[in-house]
């Protein structure tokens, strides 16, 4: 380019005729001015041909399901499922949906062709044994890397209970009309690398006198779990992987005109048992809880309690300021009115017998 403007510089000191010389500034300008508008095109043009020609990347993710010893793949196969995570405006870990889903053959081999990488999130491969979730760690695709080799391993099983401790426990009160209903939240945790089966050996988890209505929820380590009631046990029967799991049940307790006396027992110590109630709601008296403050769930205030650590197993409060069912007035009106009946008939009982003496 330099040798070029150079060669126009020189052709410009030429001696031309004088019409020429006159025009000469002019001519040059408009030359200039369109052999810059030549090379800002073909730079352009050759900069869009080379970015089409780029091929887009593209990766291939493989791996196995690695089954205990004994075990086999079910006949219609294990899907596995490409989980995409990236961080919400909170600053919160959040899934974005399948990114896709195939099915493993008889081996337990899976691979996902053709992936579209996004480097800024972060990805995890998961599958569902008996109903149970299993995934990988999670990782990253790094540029310059097309293959990747991630495999789910399925952990033996085993039956030693011993292993499965209650981690947490909290209790969500809220208020219903002379009622109360109460969601409880236990945190196992299972330090083991085994699954651990609970379905011959169960877990006995007692539950307060006077419950009614009670409802499985959920679990977040997959479906609804095997339970049964006996008087005021629960009987838990499921199979825990390692770590954390989650069991999630309500019931009801009713209440009377307005207050309501609860004794919980617990197989554990009580510093892991957390209470929690709607803010501006109920009230909660008890000596052994303590109050630490406000925790919003859902867009609602609650009220947070913690239990102290002492020697006892039981938890022992009292819950007011429950709404009041109509009914309970009625029977209060009615009560009041036995009564007044009854005093009148005792009051000209008594003045009979003053009129008749002895």
Not at 7 to 18: D, H, R, T, W
Not at 121 to 144: D, H, N, P
Not at 226 to 252: A, C, W
């Amino acid at each position: 380019m330099r040798y070029f403007l150079n060669i126009i510089k020189e052709n410009i000191k030429i001696v031309f005729p004088s019409y020429f010389i006159v025009k000469r500034k002019t001519y040059s300008k408009i030359f200039l001015c369109l052999f810059s508008i030549y090379i800002f095109f073909a730079l352009g043009s050759s900069d869009k041909v080379f970015s089409e020609n780029l091929p887009q990347t593209e990766i291939t993710v493989k791996g196995r399901i690695i089954l205990p010893e004994g075990e086999l793949v079910p006949k219609e196969g294990l899907n596995v499922v490409l989980l995409k995570l990236v961080l919400n405006a909170e600053g919160q870990v959040t899934p974005v949906g399948p990114q896709g889903r195939v099915l493993a053959d008889n081996r337990g081999n899976f691979q996902f062709l053709r992936v579209n990488p996004d480097y800024r999130a972060a990805y995890q491969l998961g599958t569902r044994v008996s109903g149970k979730l299993y995934s990988t760690k999670v990782f990253f695709f790094k540029a310059g890397k097309n293959q990747y080799q991630k495999d789910i391993k399925i952990p033996v099983t085993s039956t030693d209970i011993n292993k499965l401790e209650i981690s947490q426990v909290s209790l969500v009160i809220e208020s219903g009309l002379s009622s109360v209903t109460v969601t409880e939240v236990i945190s196992f945790y299972n330090s083991s690398p085994d699954r651990i089966d609970t379905r011959d050996h169960s877990i006995d988890y007692s539950l307060p006198r006077g419950w009614y209505n009670f409802k499985m929820i959920q679990s977040n380590s997959g479906p609804d779990i095997e339970h049964q009631i006996d008087d005021r046990m629960l009987i838990i029967k499921s199979v825990f992987p390692p770590g954390n799991t989650q069991i999630i049940f309500h019931y009801n307790l009713e209440s009377l005109y307005g207050s309501l006396q609860i004794q919980r027992e617990f197989n554990h110590s009580l510093d892991k048992v957390t209470v929690f109630t709607p803010s501006g709601q109920l009230k909660i008296k008890s000596a052994q809880l303590i109050f630490s403050g406000k925790q919003n769930i859902q867009e609602i205030d609650f009220l947070v309690w913690k239990a102290k650590a002492t020697d006892s197993n039981i938890l022992e409060l009292k819950i007011i300021n429950i709404p009041i069912d109509s009914l309970e007035y009625i029977g209060i009106a009615v009560i009041i009115l036995l009564l007044l009946f009854l005093s009148v008939i005792i009051f000209y009982r008594n003045r009979l017998m003053m009129r008749d003496p002895i």
